[in-house]
Structures are given as C-alpha cells and as structure tokens.
C-alpha cells in the first residue's frame, strides 16, 4: 500500500501584507516515490501550495502534513528531509563559487571533508557542471543557474524534492537537459517530486500524476497526465493550454477520427499514417 508523503487540505494562507490565499476542493496527495506535477493560471495558488508544502508559508486554516509533520511548526524536522529550487534562483546561490554552492547544503550533517568532496564531486558529474567549479554564481547562464540550484538540491539526496517552475526562462534544449536530469535522479533513488511549470509539454514525460487548479484555487482534477491533458473543457476552465500534440488529437477526435493520445511524435505519426490508409492506428 502506498504511504502518502504529502497531504494538505482546505489550505488557507494569509500573508503578512493582508492577502489571502485559499485552496480547496479535492484534498492535495503525494505517494512516496510519486511525481507530481500542479497545473493551473497564475494566481491560483500553485506558490502558495509549495511554499506550504516546504513550511516557508503558515496555514491559518487546514491541514498541511509533509513526512509526518506540519511544516511550518517542524520546519527543522523536515529541512534535512527536502530540497527545492523556488522561482527566485538567485536568492539559492549564496556561495562565492558553484562549487562551494553545492557544499553548503552538506554543511552540519555530520559528514567528513572527503564525504562533502564525493557528494560534490558525484553531483557535479551528474550535472556536467565539473568546468564550472570555480565560476561565480551570478556569472552563469539561466540555465546553468537552473542546474547548480537543482544540483544543490539534489547533492543531499532528500526524499521529497519541490520545483517551483524549474524551466521558466529556459530554451528549448535547457529544459530538455534538465528534464532529463530530473528522471535520472528519479529514476535512482525514487524520490518523491512536486512542481508547477507552465511548460505543459514536459509534463507527460515528466510526471506520474496532474493536479488541475482553477483561477479560483479550486482542486477540480487529478489523473496521469493522458487523462488530464484529454480533458479540454476542464482545462479550458483552468485556462490551461495541453500540449500541442495533444491539442491535434483533440481536434481529430472532434471530427470522429480518434488517434491514441501520445506525447511522442513518432508514435503520432505513425497512428496518423495507419489512420490514413485506413489500418487501425496503434499505440
């Protein structure tokens, strides 16, 4: 039986300038070894949700439980237990050089100086980050800055990791660089992974489950993501836009012609062929 990591329900946050946040709807779960993704507009409440989740935000109403714990009482609890990268990469990379960047999250949990050097020295192979040891931080590329916060996250090896939009900014091939690295770690280790991204074509090779939040922070869906992403009314709701692929497939389905749902081009090409000449299409 699958033993939940997260769980937060009827979710209200009110910050310090006044404003409110409320999240409601179908409860917010997360299996271990789970990878979810959250989908939704801005201002839904997708921030507020992982910044719950990580204990950098109070709830004044609801349930917030990570590993066990409420967050934001036992913060110190479930430090050592989480890595995030939030959408401010700048405010993660405090170190002088990328190198000291990814030690200090090792720093105070009883590791030798040749452990912390390994842990460095493996994530940083990992990451292809090995020729950029010595450089500054604020020097690198968006998406080099991506990697090293992401690295430094993962170099403690934590069992829950929360992105807040970890591709935003990126090209085309930066985002495919750090998907991967994502499902390597994974696919290692099975840690358990929550994110927002408005980079919905990442998401079916990404993640096991969706989240929907709609403009009024409401839960109103969650499923893999071929189901969520065959669900146009429900994000057209969202004001969510599905992947083009499947946008195509939509619009053939309308016209009674049904190609399986599919993320991969190839495996959409060789349906619509099939379709063509009149053979069944297969996925």
């Not at 009482?73 to 993660?92: H, K, M, N, S, T």
């Not at 949990?109 to 452990?115: A, F, N, P």
């Not at 990404?206 to 409401?218: A, K, N, R, W």
Request: proline content about 7%; aromatic content about 4%; hydrophobic content about 40%.
């Amino acid at each position: 039986m699958a033993h939940s990591v997260v769980t937060v329900e009827h979710l209200h946050v009110r910050y310090p300038d006044g404003r409110e946040v409320a999240i409601s709807g179908a409860p917010f779960v997360v299996d271990e070894g789970e990878r979810v993704a959250i989908l939704g507009p801005n201002g839904s409440g997708k921030s507020t949700l992982l910044r719950a989740v990580l204990g950098l935000a109070r709830a004044t109403a609801g349930t917030v439980d990570v590993l066990g714990h409420d967050p934001a009482r036992d913060f110190e609890a479930i430090r050592p237990r989480v890595g995030a990268v939030l959408q401010d990469v700048e405010a993660q990379l405090l170190a002088p050089t990328v190198g000291q960047d990814l030690a200090l999250g090792l720093a105070g949990r009883g590791l030798s100086r040749s452990e912390v050097d390994q842990r460095v020295e493996t994530i940083a192979r990992s990451f292809d980050l090995v020729q950029l040891m010595d450089n500054v931080p604020h020097y690198l590329s968006g998406g080099e800055r991506r990697k090293v916060a992401l690295a430094g996250a993962l170099v403690t090896e934590p069992e829950l990791v929360v992105l807040d939009e970890p591709f935003a900014g990126l090209d085309p091939r930066s985002r495919r660089e750090l998907t991967e690295l994502i499902r390597a770690d994974h696919d290692r280790r099975r840690m358990t992974l929550i994110l927002t991204t408005h980079e919905v074509q990442e998401i079916p090779d990404l993640v096991d489950t969706v989240y929907l939040l709609s403009e009024e922070g409401v839960l109103v869906g969650r499923g893999s993501p071929p189901e969520i992403f065959s669900r146009q009314d429900l994000l057209l709701a969202c004001n969510v836009e599905p992947p083009p692929l499947t946008r195509l497939l939509a619009a053939l389905a309308e016209r009674g012609e049904r190609i399986p749902i599919s993320n991969d081009p190839d495996e959409v090409a060789r349906a619509l062929l099939a379709w063509r000449e009149g053979a069944p299409a297969r996925s």
